[in-house]
């Protein structure tokens, strides 16, 4: 089936910075909808800026793009990767929280989330991606 993958940043609009309960509720919501539309990815909240890959039929993804500039939440949407692909890097998760990985941290500041290319923002959400896999 042929896929689509889109990632980008986002910068988070007042409560949803911060807030626990912002983040359930966005989880929730994508949890219930990406499982009905076969969409998988992942969702890093770091220092104000949101982080998500999304993945799934073109068409899908599309659509939920389409909601996620309508939403307030957050602004200034800025896709690093938008490309067709074969296979899913996130295959496991409607949606899920990932952390940016603790040795990452003093490199990446609010202003080199900006300037991620897209291979590296790829790279960090694998790597991110990966801890929740490992066995406890
Ligand atoms: C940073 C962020 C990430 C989101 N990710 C998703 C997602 O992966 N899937 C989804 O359906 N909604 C996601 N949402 C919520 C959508 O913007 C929208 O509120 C939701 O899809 C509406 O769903 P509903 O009509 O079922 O309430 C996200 C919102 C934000 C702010």
Redesign the pocket.
Known sequence: MPLHRAIYV?D?VGD?ATSLL?LA???G??????RR?R?T?V?M?HDGR?L?A?EGRRADVDR?MD?????P??ENIRLLSDQNTTVRLFEEW??TLVEMPRPVWPHISRPSLDQLSAAQAEALLVTASQVLALPA
Not at 29 to 34: L, V
Not at 67 to 71: F, K, N
């Open positions: 986002s988070a949803a912002v509720e966005i989880l919501a994508s949890i219930r909808n990406n539309d969409v990815g969702l909240r949101f998500q999304i939920l909601r996620l500039r309508a939403d939440r957050h409607p949606m």
